[in-house]
């Protein structure tokens, strides 16, 4: 880690027992074993509970036991938040054949239980499979949905979800299954989309093609069923001097269902806890609260739902939230959300002061000699509800899906023409799916960024507080040491 423990001094006795309220004592005590340890407890839950952790599973609910429990033994103040988390029972198919298909519900779906015929509309089974299935009214024309529960089988292609789903409940159908469209193989499994900014009045919900294929058969009839199973969201807090300035950092703690979720997003939910223990024992200026979010996989839901739960006044209080999804990805880049658009035009709003965080994180980076680029601030995470509320807002990023390019290799090393992370929604984003040093660097860069907006907010919203005591230099690897004042 950047400072060394004094010759003899046994090193977390000594962070047991402080006040870590420098940069100097917080980095040398947030380590990299510590969020290590976290992501392996986190493996082991999913382990325990059929390799996932994603939203409405035990392995969820096992990890809001470990966060809770994790916080309060440190000695901060904890709550949950519930809200409403629409999830789709698997699709049972009763006729001609007995069959159980694994779905999911569209953002924007109602709730309902339909048994009932499925009357395929408009589809082609034939490659090329080209489909305009549900994007016309004239589509339904002749189709007979009189009865009491009748289930539209539409196939994806040309329109949106949207339309398709509010054509199907204009001519009767009392549910939907949007199947995939099976001319690509990208474009066969199983398929689960949004409606919004639509709000259809039916349950629907997705299907693989070959799933379509076997529900088109003549005499189908099948059950679907979506119903709320609500979910919590994980929220501690540190209270500070001036309590109507919070600092928050956030973190979402479901997995995809395909895997366990150590990189996304077990790397930040275990920073930010490994932070969280070290800053403990400190009395900030501002009040710090730390979030792990819900169903962040299945549409941001958690966090949504949070931010619009709370009051005005409540919204007032916040003065920022930094956002840490994916912080340790294997084949990582540094990336700071691009809030002054020095490279990227934003598509959302950006709030006022957000740029300020972003000057943080880069000082951060160039004082401890790490090349770091821009990611675009595009509300696509958890910080999504904020901006749209006019909190400011800021996080890191090491890369998903994206392949890394020749020169980002020759910056960052790693493999050219391989995914910031090759497990991304994968089975395989397991404990061994992080990079050790992109995960020890952001540890550091969070914490510095946390204690610095716990004691003043004052470049983001104008809110001074007392000063952090001391600089804080950094032996660079090459060229000058770099300081930081607040």
């Not at 980076?365 to 601030?377: A, C, G, H, M, Q």
């Not at 995960?439 to 960024?449: G, K, M, Q, R, T």
Request: aromatic residues 8%; proline residues 6%.
């Amino acid at each position: 880690m950047l400072v060394t423990p004094a010759a003899g001094a046994p090193p977390q006795v000594a962070c047991d027992s402080r006040t870590n309220n420098t940069y100097e004592k917080l980095l040398e005590c947030v380590r990299l074993e510590g969020v290590r340890a976290h992501q392996a407890a986190f493996q082991a839950i999913a382990d325990a509970n059929g390799g996932t952790r994603a939203a409405a599973t035990p392995g969820y609910d096992a990890s809001v036991d470990y966060v809770v429990d994790t916080m309060r033994a440190a000695g901060w103040t904890v709550e949950l938040h519930q809200f409403d988390f629409t999830v789709a029972e698997p699709i049972q198919q009763h006729t001609p054949i007995a069959a159980t298909y694994p779905t999911g519900a569209f953002t924007g779906s109602s709730l309902g239980t339909v048994t009932g015929a499925v009357i395929p509309v408009d589809i082609n089974l034939v490659p090329p499979r080209a489909s305009t299935s549900g994007c016309e009214a004239a589509d339904f024309a002749g189709l007979d949905f009189s009865g009491s529960s009748d289930i539209a089988l539409i196939q994806r292609g040309t329109c949106t979800f949207a339309v398709k789903a509010l054509n199907a409940e204009a001519a009767g159908a009392e549910a939907v299954i949007i199947f995939n469209q099976g001319n690509t193989p990208d474009r066969s499994g199983l398929i689960v989309g949004t409606l919004a900014p639509e709000t259809v009045g039916i349950p629907v919900v997705g299907a693989s093609f070959d799933q379509g294929v076997a529900l088109a058969q003549p005499g189908s009839t099948a059950t679907v069923s979506v119903v709320n199973e609500p979910q919590v969201n994980v929220l501690a807090e540190l209270a500070g001097t001036t309590d109507d300035n919070v600092v928050m950092a956030g973190a979402h703690l479901d997995s995809v269902e395909e895997g366990p979720g150590i990189n996304d997003n077990g790397s930040g939910s275990s920073v930010l806890l490994e932070i969280a223990e070290q800053i403990a024992k400190l009395k900030p200026e501002n009040t710090l609260r730390f979030a792990w979010w819900g169903a962040e996989e299945a549409g941001l839901v958690g966090s949504t739902a949070y931010v619009n739960d709370l009051s005005q006044a409540e919204r007032d209080r916040i003065a920022l939230y930094l956002n840490f999804d994916m912080v340790g990805s294997p084949n990582y880049i540094f990336m700071v959300y691009d809030a002054d658009e020095s490279t990227f035009e934003a598509p959302v709003p950006i709030p006022p002061g957000s740029s300020a965080i972003e000057d943080v994180f880069e000082s951060f980076y160039t004082l401890r000699n790490e090349p770091y680029d821009d990611s675009e601030f595009s509300g696509r995470s958890d910080y999504q509800a904020f901006i749209e509320n006019g909190i400011p807002a800021g996080g890191l990023f090491t890369g998903a899906e994206e392949e890394k390019t020749a020169e980002q290799a020759a910056i960052w090393g790693g493999t050219v023409g391989e995914q910031f992370d090759p497990c991304y929604h994968e089975a395989c984003d397991t404990f061994a799916n992080n990079s050790a040093h992109a995960l020890e660097v952001n540890s550091d860069a969070i914490a510095f960024s946390v204690l610095t907006f716990a004691y003043s907010t004052e470049t983001v919203n104008g809110v001074a507080g007392e000063r952090l005591p001391g600089s804080f230099t950094i032996p660079a690897p090459a060229g000058p040491e770099g300081t930081f004042s607040p």
